[in-house]
C-alpha cells in the first residue's frame, strides 16, 4: 500500500504538469484564432465610423484582447477610432436638446446607452495613458444625466452592458455620491419595469465595481450578464 501511495505521489505532479501544458497550448491557439480574426477584421474595415453600439462593441472586445496580449498595433486602431469621433458619443453640444426616449442613430441621442458604450473604451484608454480630454466627454455627459434625477434611461436589457459600466467606473474614479444614488435609482425602476413579465435582480457591488444582472423569467429559465466596470 505505502509503495502504490508512494508511486502515486511521485506521478501526480507529471500528470498536474502535462494538463497544465495542455491548457496553456490550448489557450495560445485560442488567443492565436483570435488575433487572426481581429486583424483581418482591422485590415478590412475602416477605424472611421461613428461611435454607436454596433461599433463601439467591437471596440470594448478590441480593448478586452488587447489587455491578454498587450498587443499596440491593435489598441492603436481603437485609439484612431476615438480620435476620429473626438472621444465622444453622440455630438450634439447643447444640453438642452439632448436626448434618450428615441432609439434613433442621431446626434441628439446623447443619453441613448446605444451612444454610450464608446464610454467603456475611452476610459479604459485613458486608464492605459491619462489624459483629461480621452473622459472630458465622458463627465460632462454622465454628470449631467446624473443631475437630471430621473431613473427611465435604460428601458431594455442591452443597456446594462452599454451604458452601466461607465456610471459605475466613473463613480469609482470621481467618488461623487449623486452618481451612486442615480445607478440605484435606476436599477430599481428597472425591478419596477420588468416586473409584471419578468423577474430582474440587480446586483451592484461597491467595492468591486461588478454589476450582475440577472433576469428570470416566468417558466424559471434565466440568463445572467455580468459586466466588469473597473
Known sequence: MKKILFVIFLVL?????????????KLQEVLLSAYKVDSAYQSRESYRTDAFWDFGV????????????????????????????????????????WNYR?????????MFADYQ??????LDLNEKDP?????QRTFEVL??????????????????????PSFTRLYALSKTKNIWTNVLSISRFLTVSFMT??????????????????????????????????
Open 13 to 25: 505532479p507529471f500528470c498536474a504538469e502535462a494538463q497544465s501544458g495542455k491548457i496553456k497550448k
Open 58 to 97: 467591437y471596440h470594448v472586445g478590441n480593448l478586452e484582447f488587447c489587455k491578454l496580449t498587450d498587443n499596440k498595433n491593435l489598441r492603436d486602431y481603437t485609439i484612431r477610432w476615438a480620435e476620429y469621433n473626438d472621444w465622444k458619443g453622440a455630438k450634439e453640444p447643447n444640453p438642452m436638446r
Open 102 to 110: 428615441t432609439p434613433l442613430r442621431v446626434e441628439q441621442n446623447v
Open 117 to 122: 458604450i464608446c464610454f467603456q473604451v475611452y
Open 131 to 135: 489624459n483629461e480630454k480621452k473622459v
Open 143 to 164: 454628470d449631467f444625466q446624473t443631475g437630471l434625477q430621473l431613473n427611465d434611461f435604460w428601458y431594455w436589457m442591452d443597456a446594462l452592458f452599454m451604458a452601466m
Open 197 to 230: 413579465k419578468t423577474r430582474i435582480c440587480i446586483t451592484v457591488t461597491k467595492n468591486t465595481n461588478i454589476l450582475i444582472a440577472t433576469v428570470l423569467n416566468p417558466a424559471e429559465s434565466c440568463f445572467g450578464q455580468e459586466a466588469t466596470v473597473g
